[in-house]
């Protein structure tokens, strides 16, 4: 219905910057909220932030103030930024948005790997 394609991880040193894309494509009147969440080994999945249509956004208190969401609704592309990178903030960054017709239903990219490493 709607794929999520995420592309930016790779290795970047502590302190620095990297940014991260994600490409919808489908059936984009199904969603609204896109969002970014993180996994990292050993740990659960938990929520980045998120950024609705009209360019709302909000972050979970561990990244607020150094990434941050934005979007590109021509280009149905979410963008985030993450700069002062910690080691902490190594995970595998997923893509997701909620189907707002079929409630319950999520649709995930495949994820990107940020490694946060001097």
């Known amino acids: 219905q709607v794929q999520l394609v995420e592309s930016g991880g790779g290795l970047v040193q502590p302190g620095g910057s990297l940014r991260l894309s994600c490409a919808a494509s489908?059936?984009?009147?199904?969603?609204?909220?896109m969002g970014w969440y993180r996994q990292a080994p050993g740990q659960q999945r938990e929520l980045v932030g998120t950024v609705t249509r009209g360019g709302i956004s909000n972050y979970a208190d561990s990244v607020e103030g150094r990434f941050t969401i934005s979007r590109d609704n021509a280009k149905n592309t979410v963008y985030l930024q993450m700069n002062s990178l910690k080691p902490e903030d190594t995970a595998v960054y997923y893509c997701n948005a909620p189907d707002i017709l079929a409630n319950g239903m999520n649709y995930w990219g495949k994820g990107t790997l940020v490694t946060v490493s001097s």
């Open positions: 489908g059936r984009l009147f199904r969603i609204n909220v």
